[in-house]
Every structure is written in C-alpha cells, then in structure tokens.
C-alpha cells in the first residue's frame, strides 16, 4: 500500500519549476505531502482530499486526481530553501481521520544558486 | 508553543540491552505515532496509537514494544530481539489537518 514517488531526485536551478508525483495502486481518500531537511523533522506542507480543491501554499501547490489515483506536487521558480527530500503520505481510509498514512520514498530536491 | 519533544537526541545502546525512547505532546492529539527512518526506506511505520491504552503493530513491530498510559506520552522501547536498531526514530502526532513530528532520536549500537 506505499505510494510510489516520483522521481527519486531532482536537481534544479534557483527560479526553475519542478513537478513531484505520488501515485497509488489503491483508491485515495487523501494525501498529504511534507518536507524534510536532513537530520531534522518532516514539516507538514498540506492535505488533499477526496474531492476537494488544488490547496496551495506560497509557491507550491498540489493537484489530486481521484481517477488517476495519484497526487502531483508543484514548485514554482523554486528557492535555495526548496530543498529537501519530499514525502508524500496516503490513505484510503475515509472511516477514520486518525488512521494511519503509507508513507511513499520521497523525493529529494537540491536547488542550486 | 505546542509540540513534541522526542528525548535524547542521540542514543548509543550496547548489544543486548533494551533502551526506551522518549514522545511527549502538548498538543491535545488523540493519535500518536512511533516511524523508522533509514536512508533511501522513507518512512515505516513501527506503532501508533489512536487512544489511551490501546496501539495497534505497524510494518516493522517486531523487536519494539510501546505504551500509552497517557494522552501526552507515547514511549518507544527497542528491545535486544531487535537485530538491526541503527536509525533515525521520529514521533508524531495527528489532528484531522495532518500530522506533527517531533525533533526525532538518532539510535546507533555500538
């Protein structure tokens, strides 16, 4: 039930955009996407869920495609402090808002100067 | 400010010993959550926890066992049976807007 995550790395420029995919072989309920710098705590970037909307924050936003099963995360003219590696984490469980998340591999993005 | 606080930072534990790790929160958070993080493994799930004294296994329980005997503490203990306990250890906890992790305990056996 791990979502797959791609791709594995991204290197980019500062101001270059960049597109972070997360698909699931199991129907979604919601995805949840975070950012990890090395050696400190994933940090929540947002939440999707099972028909709402594109949610956004600054200059990264996220789409979900129920159909598709799969959630897309967006970097726009990306900055020095975009790095990080990038985890996505799913549920299908729309039972319960406290169930557990499948956590995918994560991405890990660099941006250079 | 709200949050956790996962205790110590760094941990050394010789073969053969059970060392716990510490999660605290002070967010008011039903759910918590023990992940073992390895490089290029992401995140697995070891324990969580959606209410006082009760905890389900998650993908990699063997060789930890868990507690919650309150809202607020959700120790982790890594027993001797567990034969590879090198790693990064997160804690976390959720609300219905997502989770929060803590600082999270580096553990090496030396």
């Known amino acids: 039930q791990q979502p797959v995550q791609s791709p594995q790395a991204v290197i980019l420029r500062e101001g270059e955009d960049a597109v972070i995919n997360c698909s699931s072989s199991k129907a979604l309920y919601s995805v949840h996407w975070y950012r990890q710098k090395h050696g400190e705590a994933p940090v929540f970037l947002m939440i999707?869920?099972?028909?709402?909307e594109q949610k956004g924050h600054e200059k990264i936003s996220a789409s979900f495609n129920e159909k598709k099963q799969q959630s897309s995360l967006y970097l726009t003219a990306s900055q020095l402090s975009y790095s990080g590696t990038y985890f996505c984490g799913a549920t299908a469980d729309r039972g319960s808002t406290l169930g557990r998340l499948y956590f995918g591999r994560g991405t890990q993005l660099t941006v250079w100067p | 400010d709200g949050g956790i606080t996962q205790s110590p930072k760094y941990l050394f534990r010789k073969e053969g010993q059970n060392v716990t790790l510490s999660c605290e929160q002070n967010l008011n958070h039903d759910a918590m959550y023990w992940y073992r993080q390895d490089p290029g493994q992401g995140l697995r799930l070891i324990y969580y926890?959606?209410?006082?004294?009760?905890?389900q296994k998650g993908d990699i329980a063997e060789g930890y066992s868990v507690s919650r005997e309150k809202k607020e503490s959700f120790p982790l203990t890594v027993t001797s049976a567990q034969k590879n306990p090198t790693a990064f250890y997160l804690c976390a906890s959720r609300n219905s807007y997502g989770y929060t992790f803590g600082s999270g305990t580096r553990l090496t056996v030396v």
């Open positions: 999707l869920l099972k028909g709402g």
């Open positions: 926890s959606q209410i006082v004294n009760d905890f």
